[in-house]
């Protein structure tokens, strides 16, 4: 594994578990994997082992994919369901905003818009081949849309 694949992996898998909104003590209980074995996955300070990688997805209920026939290698599929994860976030985010402040009707309102950009991104992600490249710019979207929705609902609170 390449030094640049390791660490797509190492912040894929941090995303992945804080979406989940588990720490690491929780993770170590579900799976048997020790906290600091956990750590020093997440700083990169260790290569562990396959059995401990599907031990660790698994109890994330987050599957590892490797495909056949197709370049895209298992960092890509855990950077969409990853990221797959993070806009079902920031669409409820904007949802759950709208409907408190009965907006959700209003088509034209940014928020409106962005949840439906949000939406169709998601929705892409699954049935499409990417490269890692192209994720990144996916990524960058996300965190735009992410903090603008952020700065909005902050303005109109």
């Not at 390791?6 to 578990?17: A, D, G, P, T």
């Not at 290569?47 to 997805?57: A, H, R, V, W, Y």
């Not at 949000?118 to 735009?144: D, P, S, W």
């Amino acid at each position: 594994m390449e030094f640049d694949e390791k660490e797509q992996f190492i912040k894929s898998f941090v995303q992945l578990r804080k979406s989940r909104h588990i720490t690491q003590p929780q993770l170590s209980a579900r799976s048997g994997v020790p906290q600091p074995v956990i750590a020093r996955l997440e700083k990169g300070k260790t290569d562990p082992k396959l059995s401990t990688i599907l031990k660790l997805l698994d109890s994330m209920e987050a599957k590892l994919t490797i495909k056949e026939d197709q370049k895209m290698d298992y960092f890509i599929t855990l950077e969409k369901e990853v990221m797959s994860e993070v806009a079902a976030e920031i669409y409820a985010t904007i949802t759950r905003y709208m409907i408190a402040k009965n907006i959700q009707d209003d088509e034209k309102h940014p928020l409106n818009i962005l949840g439906h950009m949000i939406f169709q991104i998601k929705e892409n992600l699954i049935g499409k081949e990417y490269t890692m490249e192209e994720l990144k710019l996916i990524q960058a979207k996300f965190e735009f849309a992410r903090d603008y929705a952020n700065e909005v609902i902050k303005n109109n609170e």
